[in-house]
């Protein structure tokens, strides 16, 4: 049931700036404290050492979510990160509510937020991270997932397309059928 939590982070996901190659950020679903977040680290000097950053994940704007100010979530994970042409950090996020089958709260939602480091090369994120995706399941029906989403930036100066942010994801629906969505972001996630 719980254990071997807390011992183990697990797909992993790292991305090197490609204008300044000294400055790495990395991603993984961390169970260090219990179950799955979103985990970021980031270093300064090509890998030679990391230190930790915290993702803003716990809760979001709740407006989708039955018009709280704010939607809580259980878990977290599914990152990715990348960077832009300007120094910004990008990490992708998955966020869930496991359900009444696992914990007191019926709520199955799940979202897809972007968080972005400005200025801090992934030491700190924006709060709330933006929306790509989210879907409304506080009555813990259960039959729709969000799942598997990555991202990408488009890091080429010379590109038309510099600093678009481009997300793709898994959208397991309630007819059964698994669908594959992408969106793009031409201002910084925002």
Known sequence: DLQGRGQANNET?????????????????????????????????????????????????GD????????????????????????NAYLMCQVFNRGAGVSPNQDQSSAFYVFRSTGSHGASWNFPGRPVAEHNDVAGAGDFLLDKQLMTVDDHVGSPFRD?????????????????YAAHSADYAE
């Open 13 to 61: 996901f790292v991305a090197q700036d490609r204008l300044h190659p000294n400055f790495l950020v990395a991603s993984d679903n961390d169970y260090v404290r219990g179950d799955g977040t979103c985990g970021a680290a980031y270093s300064l000097d090509r890998g030679r050492s990391w230190h930790d950053s915290t993702v803003p994940d716990a809760f979001t704007r």
């Open 64 to 87: 989708l979510f039955g018009g709280k100010p704010r939607q809580y979530w259980q878990a977290g994970g599914d990152t990715s990160v990348a960077w832009d042409t300007k120094g």
């Open 164 to 180: 678009r942010v481009y997300v793709t994801w898994t959208q397991f629906a309630e007819d059964g059928t698994g669908y594959i």
